[in-house]
RNA sequence: GCGGCGAUGGCGAAAUUGGUAGACGCACUACUUUGAGGUGGUAGCGCCUGUCAUGGGCGUGGGAGUUCGAAUCUCCUUUGCCGCACCA
């Protein structure tokens, strides 16, 4: 019987599937365990064996908790939405969910071949309604909430609230604009807007305009995370500032949480250095120079306030408003034209020419608040105006770039440092003495920091300040794919959807380019951006499509209700509309003019009437669109039975959207005018609760309207009402993914708290290093906020997380010769040759003799082709190097008929050979990538070694957190490895060969000291010596010729995780009680270390002189010093070395080794 | 410039606490199974040197140090990768 991996794979696949041998169940009396891959972002290059490194590793450890007795949590999904998929939309057309759905069904058929123990049950994806309607809620309650420095955690905007109606800010600095001072009086004399604009100051998501990463190629802005060097990282394309409407995340509110979180947890350094630099935390002082002939005072940062003595000059950012009002009239032209020039550079060209040093002087000083000197002011690019204040004391002697700086501008250097400074470079020391520096004349360096900062502050021109690298996140994209912001606009004023009223689905759109005045494609879709009913042309914006094909909804509803007149179906009839509507104006009936007398200019209740305003196509005599009321006066028109069915369809319609009506006869009007205006007061009162109830009704039946926002907040704000058309950015879903595979289907709450709390952290998250500052960073934040306001019970999402590292690419090239054609009598075309590596080199080098052996050959071919061309010389050799598909490449010989059939124009071409006759291809390891044809495609190694080998081998290859290059050939060894294995159970001749003898203790031993070291190597992620131990076992159980059941059973359930089919098919074949899946298991099944079976009495003890292992002499394990001593100097060997001579010493360490020091 | 991680045979690597450096696998060589290829099996395989044979010297990027003993600890240095970067 044969090793058919195929069959067995296929076989058990197919039955763990059905029989959900994966389901995991959120209650269990068994210890939990959480184990989680990073999603994946499904592109459409599908995976190559790169991905699945860390999928093997995770899940290898989530099979082997499971059978030591876990009920562990193993889930995955995908990161769908983002970026490719729409740049994708944006090439071909194609819907983004479609490709991303197609993208998906790849990937899963990827990884199931691989046999990985996903609990499928609970597959999340972003961009489903389903999910991101948590996202979605979730950004709202983060909306909802703001920092309390006091109590040190995030609490909701209606605390604030009653702390500012009570005590106004005074307790509260306000991050967004720490100079916002106001009192309890204050703050309630404020109007709605700025209580509005206040809160949003304080929100730990807001919206503001600031600078941001603008992506023209993209058409998006960007977090820092994304850009790099100045380009973004998708891409490659230039980015640069701009000035725009954003959503930020708070971050920096948690900017010492997040530093110290991670004290806490169990990642690597690297990890955690690279977070801690992100943060970027500095301690120092921010102080006031006096500035001469000025009130205003230059603020600036420093972390050095122990060279305050040492400054020279003071350099501001061009940026930095203080420029414009200090620049005196000598200097004006000389600084506009710096500020010209440093405009004119790009993000881009400044960070390439980081080294250049340029500035200009403004002509003021400011005073040395100590010594009194007059200090120069200076702008310079290489100030930042977004760190600090924007503006330092250059101290040269301790400061590189101040030192370059003041060389360049001839600026004298005062030198506090003394022998410290050798006046050819800057030294930033902190443990000189310091000289001509006043008070701290004679003062440690180290200890002048501390005394110069509290002289500071006790004069009152400067304080003690913390300042963070780290900027607030934006989290806005103009962008299609993605959640849409559960936020409408009213008058500037952001306001939240209901719960009630989430998901808002993204709306289908046909094109993906962007909305106008830089906003994302959202702004194009008129009706779902405008929530004001019946919004004009002028209200719209833009009109997106051309009249005659507009079919919004208010068409949809005419024709469905066959009410020509009604409705609205194109712009012309809109226009018609509102000249019919104005025309009525001036024709008010009696009754009506009555009524608009008293209720025009908010005399009710303050509510805004207008009078015969078009709505829903249809012109009532009055309506009020804050409260959605319709009021209509009953004139004779209005009697005919046709119309009284018109009516009833249009208020029917009316209702779903939420517009409530009362209707007057005349007579009521002029008989009891009191009664009318009651009845409307006191509907204006009543209205918001049947409002609410109809747009309810209208959310059910789906209609377009549905999910138009909730009526009742907008009260009090009127105007236009408008969606926000950012969508939020690909980190908002990945931020607290983890949480929903707890409760995946849960439709009244993100995550219940009974899952959260049983779950917990994730134990180990395994993923790349790649997320270093983005997801992993943003995720601890919406973990700690989520903590905050007690939704959930910890405030780490991640107990210990592994980097996987990178598999890189084994690149082959080709060289092609570059050829160099002097024709006499026309125009040759160029042979196409490519020589063998060696030949390459030489002719690289310069070598005359295969320059020379080039040539003639192409000569020899170029006449073959031209027959008579005689007049051809070549003047000059090159090689120009090109990436070969690395399928077409064995080891490092090139398969030349595969190659020449790769492309059509390699059909004819040349091979220059090795002298053995082979083509040998160039090497370099390099990013695996398609472009670079070095990617190898994990299905065809499966379908050719199988789930079990591949599994194996991606383990084999080295440590997982390593990177390491890839090599196919290696996968060999591990498959042979597994069919040796089977060869212990079926013979391909004698068939069934295991047995169910005795173990004798030789074999057990070995099945023993294995159990061990696999057990301790899998709990150390140590999986390379786990296969190793592996391979060991059972090449010593071949040469023990141990075929029994006893050892071979418990070595299976040790293999299990790492090779789960083949395990399970053995399994089965031996007739084994319990699965090695564990998918039945009550308890541990994974085979026990037994310790006495190990016990040796005697070691072969490796004996040194002078640390020089000479020999192995055979001695109890108990032995003593003394006993030791005799044995070993009686040796042959030892005795020869000693030469007759007394050993010094002799160290013998038990159970380790014996060395004779002479 | 700052920070982090590494450097061990022809290659991927192992050595968990300072205790026999190179396990395991690939590649390679020889023999064997087979008609042949493949497969399977046996043996060899760090470098240098040497023999009838036991052997000897060197060796974990380089240099110094601590130690009876260092791939492992300390200092210096070279170099590679990764991250951050005019961050005051």
């Known amino acids: 019987m044969e090793y058919d991996f195929r069959k067995i794979e296929q076989e058990w696949q197919e039955k763990w599937r059905q029989n959900k041998a994966y389901k995991v169940l959120n209650e269990s009396a068994r210890p939990k365990y959480y184990v989680l891959d990073m999603f994946p972002y499904p592109s459409g290059t599908g995976l190559h064996v790169g991905h699945p490194l860390g999928y093997i590793a995770s899940d290898i450890y989530s099979r082997y908790k499971r059978l030591k007795g876990f009920n562990v949590l193993h889930p ?114 404020f109007d709605e807007r700025r209580h509005q604009e206040i809160l949003m100051d304080y929100r730990l998501t807001y919206s503001s305009y600031g600078e941001v990463n603008w992506c023209e190629a993209l058409g998006t802005v960007l977090a820092n995370d994304e850009v790099v060097n100045g380009v973004s990282e998708r891409g490659g394309y230039p980015v640069e500032k701009k000035k725009m409407r954003q959503w930020y995340l708070r971050i920096t509110d948690y900017a010492d949480r997040l530093l110290e979180g991670l004290e806490h947890i169990d990642f690597s350094d690297a990890m955690k250095e690279m977070q801690k630099n992100w943060i970027g935390k500095s301690q120092g002082a921010e102080m006031d120079f006096a500035i001469k002939d000025h009130d205003q005072p230059l603020k600036v940062y420093t972390t050095r306030p122990d060279t305050i003595f040492g400054v020279n000059f003071m350099v501001v950012a061009p940026e930095h408003e203080l420029v414009d009002q200090v620049t005196t009239d000598d200097q004006k032209e000389e600084i506009e034209k710096y500020l010209t020039y440093v405009k004119s550079r790009s993000e881009r060209e400044r960070l390439a020419e980081v080294k250049q040093i340029t500035g200009c002087f403004t002509g003021a000083y400011a005073i040395h608040p100590f010594d009194g000197r007059e200090i120069p002011i200076w702008i310079a690019e290489y100030v930042l105006a977004g760190y600090g204040t924007g503006a330092i004391m250059a101290v040269p002697c301790g400061d590189q770039r101040d030192f370059l700086f003041a060389k360049h501008f001839n600026i004298p250097i005062t030198n506090i440092i003394g022998d410290h400074f050798n006046g050819e470079e800057a030294n930033p020391t902190k443990e000189a003495i310091l000289q001509n520096s006043g008070f701290l004349n004679g003062l440690l360096m180290k200890v002048a920091i501390g005394v110069a900062v509290d002289k500071i502050e006790e004069l009152g021109i400067g304080r003690r300040k913390v300042n963070y690298r780290m900027r607030d996140a934006g989290f806005s994209r103009q962008r299609y794919w993605g959640e849409p912001f559960p936020i409408v606009w009213s008058n500037g004023i952001a ?33 779902w951006v405008y929530l004001t009913p019946n919004p004009s042309p002028r209200e719209r914006g833009t009109l997106p499509h051309g009249d005659e094909e507009r079919t919004d909804h208010l068409s949809v509803a005419s024709k469905k209700d066959g009410e020509p007149g009604y409705f609205n179906s194109s712009v012309e009839e809109w226009k018609n509309t509102l000249s019919f509507a104005k025309e009525n104006r001036k024709n008010l009936t009696e009754a009506g003019d009555t009524i608009w007398q008293e209720i025009r200019n908010r005399k009710i209740d303050g509510s805004k009437f207008r009078r015969q305003h078009p ?9 009020c669109l804050e409260k959605k009321l319709i009021i209509e006066i009953d004139g004779e028109y209005h009697t005919e039975e046709e119309q009284k069915k018109f009516d009833a369809a249009r208020q029917n319609w009316l209702a779903e959207n939420g517009f409530g009506m009362i209707r007057f006869t005349n007579e009521e009007v002029k008989v009891n005018l009191k009664k009318v205006l009651n009845k409307i007061s006191q509907t204006l009162k009543e209205n918001t609760a049947a409002i609410n109830e109809t747009t309810n009704k209208a959310n059910e039946k789906s209609h377009p309207l549905a999910g138009s926002g909730s009526p009742l907040l907008w009260r009090g704000v009127g105007g236009e009402v408008k969606r926000e058309t950012s969508t939020m950015p690909g980190y908002a879903g990945s931020s607290w993914y983890f949480l929903r595979y707890m409760d995946p289907h849960n439709d009244r709450l993100f995550c219940d708290r009974k899952a959260s709390d049983y779950w917990g952290q994730v134990d180990l998250y395994i993923g790349g290093t790649e997320h270093a500052v983005g997801h992993l960073l943003y ?38 010769v570059g050829l160099t054609i002097y024709s006499e009598p026309g125009i040759v075309s160029t042979p196409l040759i490519f020589v063998s590596k060696s030949i390459s080199d030489k002719i690289k080098l310069g070598d005359e003799f295969s320059i020379e052996k080039v040539k003639i050959f192409a000569i020899k071919s170029i006449e073959e082709t031209y027959r008579n061309n005689k007049g051809t010389s070549i003047t000059a050799v090159s090689i120009l190097e090109f990436h070969v598909d690395v399928n077409f490449v064995d080891g490092v010989e090139l398969n030349i008929n595969a190659f020449r ?85 079926y013979d391909d001749q004698k068939g069934k060969v295991w047995t169910d003898d005795k173990a004798t203790d030789a074999e057990l031993k070995v099945l023993h000291r294995t159990i061990k070291k696999i057990d301790e190597d899998t709990e150390r992620f140590s999986f390379n010596t786990a296969v190793s131990t592996f391979m060991i076992c059972v090449n010593e159980l071949a040469d023990l010729k141990c075929h029994k059941k006893e050892i071979l059973e418990p070595l299976l359930f040790l293999l299990s995780p790492y090779a789960p089919h083949i395990s399970a098919e053995l399994c089965s074949l031996l007739g084994s009680k319990v699965s090695p899946i564990g998918e039945d298991a009550e308890g541990p099944v994974y085979p026990v270390f037994n310790a006495a079976l190990l016990v040796e009495s005697s070691k072969e ?3 040194s002189i002078n640390g020089k292992v000479r020999t192995n002499i055979n001695m109890a394990l108990d032995i003593t010093q003394a006993d030791v001593e005799q044995i070993i100097l009686q040796n042959d060997i030892v005795q020869k070395w000693l030469d007759g001579k007394e050993p010094k010493r002799i160290v013998y360490v038990k159970n380790k080794m014996v060395n004779v020091v002479i």
Not at 799 to 812: E, T, Y
Not at 922 to 938: A, F, I, L, Q, W
């Open 779 to 816: 995720s601890r934040l919406w973990t700690k906020i989520l903590f905050d306001l007690g939704y959930i019970g910890h405030d780490e999402p991640y107990k210990k997380l592994v980097n996987q590292g990178m598999i890189q690419g084994s690149s082959r090239f080709v060289f092609r």
């Open 76 to 189: 995955m999904g995908y990161d769908s939405f983002g970026l490719p998929a729409e740049q994708y939309a944006l090439e071909t057309g194609q819907h983004p969910a479609v490709t991303t759905e197609k993208n998906i069904a790849t990937f899963r058929r990827q990884l199931d071949k691989i046999g990985f123990s996903y609990d499928w049950d609970r597959e999340v994806r972003t961009s489903n309604p389903g999910f991101y309607k948590w996202t979605q809620w979730i950004f709202l309650q983060i909306f909802d909430s703001w920092y309390n420095r006091i109590t040190d955690k995030a609490e909701r905007i209606a605390e604030l609230l009653k702390i500012f109606e009570a005590a106004g800010n005074v307790d509260h600095v306000c991050p967004g604009d720490k100079t916002l001072q106001f009192s309890a009086g204050e703050w309630n004399a």
């Open 615 to 623: 709505i829903a196509g249809y012109i009532p005599d009055f309506v």
């Open 1101 to 1103: 003890y490796p004996v």
């Open 495 to 527: 306001i939240p959807l209901d719960a009630e009223e989430l998901p808002l689905e993204l709306p289908h759109v046909d094109k993906y380019g962007p909305g106008p005045n830089g906003e994302g494609p959202l702004a194009n879709i008129v009706d």
């Open 901 to 985: 059939k790769w492309r059509e124009e390699y059909n004819d071409a040349e091979f220059i050979l090795e002298d053995d006759g082979k083509y040998i291809c160039g090497v370099e390891t390099e990013k695996m990538s398609k472009s670079k044809y070095n990617t190898v495609n994990p299905n065809e190694l499966v379908e050719k070694y199988g789930a079990d080998t591949f599994r194996m081998y991606e383990m084999f290859l080295g440590p997982v957190e390593q990177s390491k290059p890839w090599d196919t050939k290696g996968i060999e060894g591990v498959h042979r490895f597994l069919r040796k294995l089977w060869r212990l159970f």
